[in-house]
T-cell receptor, first 118, second 108 residues
Framework: EVQLLESGGGLAQPGGSLRLSCAAS????????MSWVRQAPGKGLEWVSA????????YYADSVRGRFTISRDNSKNTLYLQMNSLRAEDTAVYYCAKVWGGGYFDYWGQGTLVTVSS | EIVLTQSPGTLSLSPGERATLSCRASQSVSSTYLAWYQQKPGQAPRLLIYGASSRATGIPDRFSGSGSGTDFTLTISRLEPEDFAVYYC?????????FGQGTKVEIK
């Protein structure tokens, strides 16, 4: 059974940093691209970042490029999102998702809430 | 960046009725890279349709997708009580992913 478990969310001050983790199990982690998708309170889904299976290719939404860094440790089956220079508009539930086929998100974690506020 | 516009914003229907949800792209999208998701309150999204018309594993056949180019449709043939939720379309291309703003299907 595929499982994705996010952690690391919480309260951060504007300009601060947080690192999210996503522990994966039940599939061949290193053979699959992974992604982060967020959802601000009461709003829709927004793609944030993606990374290839090897970690050699990374992709970012314009809204986070230069501030967020996606990475992975295939020996630990874990995906990360380092978030720096946080802004109030980064407040959201952050989901990690497995990427499959033509760029579909076929499995999702339960999400972790990030709140940016002073 | 390709923008996906979903309509209507809210669809008020009764159980047993047919639901037709629209997703329009700002430029042509390959059907291969078009998907639909369902999200219920407090839950993560669930993949329903991929490749514009293929049902994901375990998705009932009352859900169907169609369309090509810039116009795509998700149809729920007969609404069950568990189908009242928010639905998102999503596309992937040029190393970017985008979602539509969502259509809420609510009980009338």
């Amino acid at each position: 059974e595929v499982q994705l478990l996010e952690s690391g969310g919480g309260l951060a001050q504007p300009g601060g940093s947080l690192r999210l983790s996503c522990a994966a199990s039940g599939f061949s982690f290193s053979n699959n691209a992974m992604s982060w998708v967020r959802q601000a309170p009461g709003k829709g889904l927004e793609w944030v970042s993606a990374i290839s299976g090897s970690g050699g290719s990374t992709y970012y939404a314009d809204s986070v490029r230069g501030r967020f860094t996606i990475s992975r440790d295939n020996s630990k089956n874990t995906l990360y999102l380092q978030m720096n220079s946080l802004r109030a508009e980064d407040t959201a539930v952050y989901y990690c998702a497995k990427v499959w086929g033509g760029g579909y998100f076929d499995y999702w974690g339960q999400g972790t809430l990030v709140t940016v506020s002073s | 960046e390709i923008v996906l516009t979903q309509s209507p914003g809210t669809l008020s229907l009764s159980p047993g009725e047919r639901a037709t949800l629209s997703c329009r792209a700002s430029q042509s999208v390959s059907s291969t890279y078009l998907a639909w998701y369902q999200q219920k309150p407090g839950q993560a999204p669930r993949l329903l349709i991929y490749g514009a018309s293929s049902r994901a594993t375990g998705i009932p056949d009352r859900f169907s997708g169609s369309g090509s180019g810039t116009d795509f449709t998700l149809t729920i043939s007969r609404l069950e009580p568990e189908d009242f939720a928010v639905y998102y379309c999503q596309q992937h291309g040029s190393s970017r992913w985008t979602f539509g703003q969502g259509t809420k299907v609510e009980i009338k």
